[in-house]
């Protein structure tokens, strides 16, 4: 099997960079003083996992994440996106093994724009800061989601809870 890693490598890192929850354990140094290195070692080892996994499987991979995630991270994400993730990278990972280009733009077109990353990070940023002002949920009147049109739906928001040792838990909020 003749696997192109540039493509391998920079599909896995654009993945990455949009999953939300991993994303808020970078920004919050979950890793230590070390996070940006284990980010770096957490592409090559997710990489070198797909490609030397044979037959792996979408909730393989996501036990592997999560196992990752909280060992060096300290992280524990409870709102499914392990496994969306993981489900993403295998499909992904299949277009690259089988040369299929089309299918692999296809697949990376439904990730969100740098401009749409920014944009979540910069309300979880404020939605984070409210929360330290007061427990409260702020919740967005419904008919105000629907006024964007024909976008993406919203995934459901996030919750990060801190606790005294230190662990981040993200969860689906109610």
Request: charged share 35%; aromatic share 8%.
């Amino acid at each position: 099997m003749n696997i192109n890693t540039e493509v391998l490598r920079n599909f896995t890192a654009r993945t990455l960079k949009s999953w939300s929850g991993y994303q808020l354990a970078l920004d919050n140094s979950c890793g230590g003083d070390e996070t940006k290195e284990k980010d770096k070692w957490f592409l090559d080892v997710l990489c070198e996992q797909m490609t030397i996994s044979r037959g792996l499987k979408a909730e393989e991979l996501e036990e592997w994440l999560t196992n990752v995630l909280y060992h060096d991270f300290d992280l524990i994400l409870e709102d499914d996106s392990s496994y969306q993730i993981a489900f993403f990278l295998l499909e992904g990972f299949g277009y690259i093994k089988n040369n299929n280009e089309q299918g692999l733009q296809q697949l990376m077109s439904k990730l969100p724009s740098d401009e749409e990353l920014a944009k979540v990070k910069r309300e979880s940023v404020r939605g984070a800061e409210n929360e330290d002002e007061d427990d409260e949920d702020m919740e967005i009147p419904e008919d105000e989601e629907e006024e964007e049109g024909p976008s993406e739906p919203r995934g459901p928001q996030r919750q990060v809870v801190v606790d005294d040792d230190g662990w981040t838990t993200i969860t689906k909020r109610q």
